[in-house]
């Protein structure tokens, strides 16, 4: 049902009823330690290149999850994927392991909200279990976007670190029988570029996206912030938050004091990990390790996940081109 | 609703009014060259890389989609794109020139497809309008998979030449008014990998994926492979297409006869373009110029169409790994 030019709310009910998350090292010995599912020591676990590891953590997750439900990979009608890499290979090489029809998104880090949109439609079509994961990892991500890690180049200040892991969340139309996020309304992002070019800034590059679609939804839905428990984006970092933070305070759309960030959640101040988090893991990963665990047991009802994605290649920073930024609002209740 | 494990036919009617298409030279001076809208004479077509000349193909073919329609930009409900290049790149830049809300999508050439099945659910979930768009050009598929075309490189015997062009469709929940093709129902492909490593032979590493789907389809819809006028692939080429329907005779699936493909369709014979097209324009152009012409005249009543794509990138090609190849079906006929 159409309740605004990008916002809609599902037809039939659409529920969380399980996830499954793998970390890496970093990430697993960050704030959310104690949350976490699974992690590995090594990036490469095992495998001859971090981007078959990457693929491998997408295995063990998505497995991990079917398991967890109780049910075989025959009773999943899709698979929803999307990661960082070029022609989004740890989702479509991981799809292999499966006899799951599979859909590939890219939306960048914005891929995860964009994943529980369209797995909401698709419960909608008929649908009954639709699993969403997006991953990413550090290593993978540096050496394509940036440089061999072997270079040992010096992070900038403004820098993210893209997080090294993979969530998985089960998207079901039928009420597990417990207390159960739900999704009960999405707003579709649309591309928005000031012109940033610093591909080391994407908190800069993304901010203004992320403030149109919580900007649009609101309006949309009539609500107002506090309405919800948190209005946590994907991986804006601590520079990029801040920026949003002023815009939504500039435009009197909330005062920002229940905004807050995956990317700045993830890891502890000692770490040193740039401005926070990024990567379309990132999110995926706090959601599934930390949110779920805070709606079903209680202690949030309410959140509005805004993944935020900069939708730049390495080819296109070399042409001089600025960076378009996304962002995809799913919220996510317990009623 | 559900048809069957894969298969599911919209719960409202899915109408395909208005197609707009753009061609590269090549393209424009084959089989096709009296469907085509509108081409141009040079890949770059004034703008200073072939990146940003895909991008500016997406921008003319979607505004000349909207305008054909008698819309504005605003009354679209979403923007589903993809091509081949690394983070879709021209789609998301492209989405900066409307402010239309955007997902992008990745399953190699099988994009359009893709597209077609999840503007359809989104139809279903409250949409009115969805455009769908993919592309790809010769020349920034050359230089991202394979080589600059500076080398000279010759081109393998199995190989088929990427088509410069996109094609877009609108989407639409009413009835224009005259003979219309529609969606009527869809199969989503899963991934199928049967280990062909040579990325100069797409047609070897798809024909089983396209296999595989068009099987699943006629079994769950109960349908014989003659209902369909026309079973089209998307980019199989000649080698590919032999393959198919080898598999489909073998398994007495279907006879073949009426089993083509745009990749085979889209130039002459005296084109020197390899067995045939290849990208995620292919199918697109070739819908978008050809079928949907011949189904609005009468001349075809249903098809399936089934785009097919290869997820391979040419760094999992250098760690030697396979190629996974997918297919999704989707039907059209006017009733």
Known sequence: MKLGKRTYAPDKRVFLPYVADIAGNDEANGNLRHYIDFSTDCGEWGCPSHEKAE?????????????????????????????????????????RSFAIPFSGLYCACATFGQSLAIASMMIGAGMSKVICCTSSHFATAERQYRYPLELGTQPTPASQRTVTGAGAVLVSDSYPGWRCPEITCYTLGEI????????NNMGAAMAPAAYDTI?????????????YDLIVTGDLGRLGRELLVELLSHDKVCDGSNVNDCGCLIYGEKQKCGLGGSGAGCSSLV????????????????????????????????QGESIPG???????ECR
Chains 1, 2 share one sequence.
């Open 287 to 318: 959601y599934c390790s930390y949110f779920h665990k805070l709606l079903t047991a209680g202690q949030l009802n309410r959140i509005l996940l805004v993944p935020t994605g900069a939708m730049l290649s390495k080819d296109s920073s070399l």
């Open 326 to 332: 996304i962002a995809h609002a799913v919220a996510i």
């Open 55 to 95: 693929t491998k953590f997408r295995d063990d997750v998505t497995m991990r999850l079917i398991e967890r439900a109780g049910l075989d990979a025959e009773d999943i009608d899709c698979l929803l994927g999307g990661d960082l890499l070029n022609q989004i290979v740890p989702s479509s090489f991981s799809a």
């Open 192 to 199: 928005i570029d000031l012109g940033c070019t610093d591909a």
């Open 215 to 227: 900007a649009a939804h609101l309006r949309e839905t009539g609500r107002s912030a506090d309405y």
